[in-house]
């Protein structure tokens, strides 16, 4: 008899709606994340904390972030308890409906998902940004969107965030700890109100963001659900009888053991979730069934940055929540790309952190020092990232991309490669490029379009989607409309990875309501 009712494998917007709904059903479940529980305390802020998750060796580093270099392409994850959530900048948008128009089975609409984003967006507690609270990026990307003409397509975006309407930019030491109310959520966890310190992506020292551990993964604790941080799956095979093993690397202890279920839910996300599937299908063999269409399909969902300079104005983009507002053009009315213009913050402690790793290095200190150099003539001596506006945004790339394994270059073992050709999707790419010089030249600013897309078309995406994509048959994805993998009955995928196409506009909402769905259509 399998140990456990279910095994869910990762705990971001996937897994912890899994986790939740099934221990809410009574079920034994067991979830397994590689990543560790983050307390406040533990967040990472100064050059020796813990940064980086190292896929190559986890046992030593399992930090904060997961980021994969490939060919052309350059991919951030989160890695703990509470997945993308401890990272993410909170945005919590539906798609809109015409992401639903092609690229999904039958059953998945927009209107068959409307119910699903309800309950994920009341679980999450969204609220925008008080109208008296607006930081100054903000204002300015409203600034922009009506000099250029396109102010009716400004959007104030939902997050996953408390805000106390009592706050204001113009209290005294504004963003100190002690202008944040506490009280204890809906289920049981004490939180903050945010005080705009602008460090969402490291963690909230408030406690203000609504995380999946502070809701969805609080209830599942709750109601049984046992979690093992530091767990990472390495093999799922099934077992004569019925259900699956599997195997499972204690980062903490080094130890390998094996835990069994009668369903397993693999929600490692787009990379994870994809690799360890490929891994039992042309490593391990033991799931030699799974669709050839596995890795293939994935998308980066358009992401890009374009940092612009403002010589004479405080854009102040280490203050405030990191996103806002939105400048929608995802009606493909330019030139018929489908993009979603956004503002984007960055905590200072990063910058700092930076600047204190790079200056133990000579060359990264020549370069930190040029650009001193080059900025206090524009700046007088004052703080250069306070002049900073980062136009960020996404839009609808073509899910062209493929994951399979391969060799390293070196030899050894075999390695998750990732190639994306970015010919199908410069256009969408470059109209947003565009835009965001636009946007700065109409607000007095100085775009400054990053090397990496002018001259060698890289790009980095924290939005990955695809991998294990929905489908009819094995012919054409890799599980059904309900997360049901092709082949192997109680095999599960709900996460970023069955998302068949780009979304143009952040994706955590959509892939929690996709679980809602797929868990409504399991436990019915
Ligand atoms: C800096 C940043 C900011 C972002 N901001 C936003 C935003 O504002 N709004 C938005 O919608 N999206 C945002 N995203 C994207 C969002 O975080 C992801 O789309 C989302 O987390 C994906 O959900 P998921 O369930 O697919 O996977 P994840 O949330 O990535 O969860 C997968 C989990 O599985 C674990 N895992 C992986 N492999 C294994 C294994 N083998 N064994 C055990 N565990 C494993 C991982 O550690 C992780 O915890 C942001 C991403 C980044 C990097
Ligand atoms: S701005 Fe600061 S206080 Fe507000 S949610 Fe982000 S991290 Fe928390």
Redesign the pocket.
Known sequence: MAGYAAIV???????AVAACRLAEAGEKVLV????KRWRTEDFPRGPGDDWLFDVDEPEKQHGW??LRLFRRMAV?????V????L???????PAERFAFDAGWPAEVTFDAMAPHYRRAGDMLAVEEVPANQLPPRAKLVREAAATIGDGARLRALPLAVRFDSAWHYGLDDPHGEQHAKFDTNRFGRRQGTCIHCGCC?LGCPVAARNSLDLNYLAMAEDKGAEIRPL???RAIEPVIGGGYRVTILRLDTGVTMTETAEKVIV????L?STE?LLRCRDEHRTLPLLSPRLGHGWCANGDFLTPALYPGRDVSPTRGP??TTAIDYLDGSDRGHRYFVEDGGFPDVLGNALQAALGRNFTGRRVLDGWRVMLSGLLRGRDPASFIMPWFGQGVDQPGGVMRLKRGLFGGGLELDLDYDVAGSEGVVQAMVDRHEQLSRATGGIAAVPPTWSLFRYLVT??PLGGCNMGTSRDDGVVDHRGEVFGYPGLFVM???VVPRALGL????T?AALAERCMQLMLA
């Open positions: 494998i990762g705990s971001g917007f996937g897994g397994l994340e590689r990543g972030i997961d951030a994850q989160g890695a703990g509470g997945g993308g959530s990272i993410y900048a909170n945005i919590f948008v992506d767990s990472l799956v929600a490692a996300g787009s994870g360890l990191t996103i924290p939005h996460d970023g990875a952040n994706p955590s909402r892939i």
